[in-house]
């Protein structure tokens, strides 16, 4: 049987996974959002 013993890179590779997956969750967020986000602050700046 095979078994790996040194673990290290173990917990960098799972900081990543996690990185990468709120990453694409921001992304997705401000695709949704960022037309209605741009028209609010065209609004603020229209009223000024």
């Given amino acids: 049987m095979l078994t790996f013993k ?3 890179g ?3 590779v799972e900081y ?3 990185l990468v997956l709120v990453a694409v ?3 997705v ?3 949704l959002l960022g037309p209605a ?3 609010v602050f065209s609004d603020i ?3 000024i």
């Fill in 16 to 18: 990543a996974l996690i």
């Fill in 37 to 39: 986000i741009g028209e």
């Fill in 6 to 8: 040194d673990n290290k």
């Fill in 29 to 31: 967020i401000l695709a």
């Fill in 45 to 47: 700046v229209n009223a």
């Fill in 10 to 12: 173990q917990g960098l």
């Fill in 25 to 27: 969750v921001v992304i």
